[in-house]
């Protein structure tokens, strides 16, 4: 079993639709990041969070470290919203400061 | 832009060859990070600097991988005698500590042949 687990692999979505994607751990983290990566393999960084909600333009992340669970929401989605979506913990044990990666989940926004 | 920049963006190989890549981070971080992806899959961690110190390295890192970050600006990634397996997208990322978000480079793409 993977230590990230993300759901769904993959999502298809019209225009406007509420977007959730999923992501739950199994080991202790420091912080978890939601980065997004479009074709061609850039990343970019979205949240950082190790507590509570953070919320930046349409794109909200939550995490419940009690339940070792995080989610990704996009409101009002859009087609410049499709990339793929990856989840990372840093992890915190044996004093490891490396980021373990989900899958990914691969959205696409249709118009 | 992330500001962290890599080189060469696509490098094709012949089985057996070295090849080495660069990473320049955003200047005043501390933290630069090595990952490696396969297609379909998420990034995996290999190696990661403080400065110029090399403090913890993967098992997928065999001995034929070698990170260097002299100073502690610019890194290399080499790779000795690539083997087919090794085709994949290797990015790095840089961070000002260990307790930032990571800006990540555009990646670069390895085909070996």
């Known amino acids: 079993k993977n230590e990230v687990e993300q759901s769904p692999q993959n999502l298809t979505a019209q225009e406007g639709e509420f977007i959730t994607i999923n992501c739950s751990y199994s080991?202790?983290?420091?912080?978890l990041h939601w980065l997004q990566q479009h074709p061609g393999g850039g990343i970019v960084s979205l949240f950082m969070?190790?507590?509570g909600k953070k919320k930046h333009g349409r794109l909200i992340a939550t995490i419940n470290i009690q339940e070792k669970h995080s989610s990704l929401h996009i409101t009002a989605s859009h087609p410049r919203d499709s990339a793929v979506y990856i989840c990372?913990?840093?992890?915190?044990?044996?004093?490891?400061?490396?980021?373990?990666f989900g899958k990914g989940t691969k959205l696409t926004v249709n118009p | 832009d992330t500001g962290v920049s890599q080189d060469p963006r696509h490098k094709i190989t012949k089985r057996g060859q070295n090849v080495t890549f660069r990473c320049d981070p955003i200047?005043?971080?501390?933290?630069l990070y090595w990952y490696r992806q396969t297609l379909g899959q998420g990034p995996e961690f290999l190696t990661y600097?403080?400065?110029?110190?090399?403090?913890?390295k993967s098992r997928l890192l065999s001995d034929r991988f070698s990170a260097e970050r002299p100073k502690g600006s610019f890194s290399t990634l080499e790779i000795q005698r690539t083997e087919q397996g090794d085709s994949a997208m290797y990015l790095c990322?840089?961070?000002?500590?260990?307790?930032?978000?990571?800006?990540f480079g555009p990646g670069t793409r390895l085909t070996v042949l």
């Open positions: 200047s005043e971080h501390n933290r």
């Open positions: 990322a840089s961070s000002l500590t260990s307790y930032n978000e990571q800006f």
């Open positions: 969070l190790s507590s």
């Open positions: 600097f403080q400065n110029e110190a090399q403090l913890e």
């Open positions: 990372a913990v840093a992890l915190t044990q044996g004093g490891s400061e490396k980021l373990v």
């Open positions: 080991v202790g983290i420091s912080a």
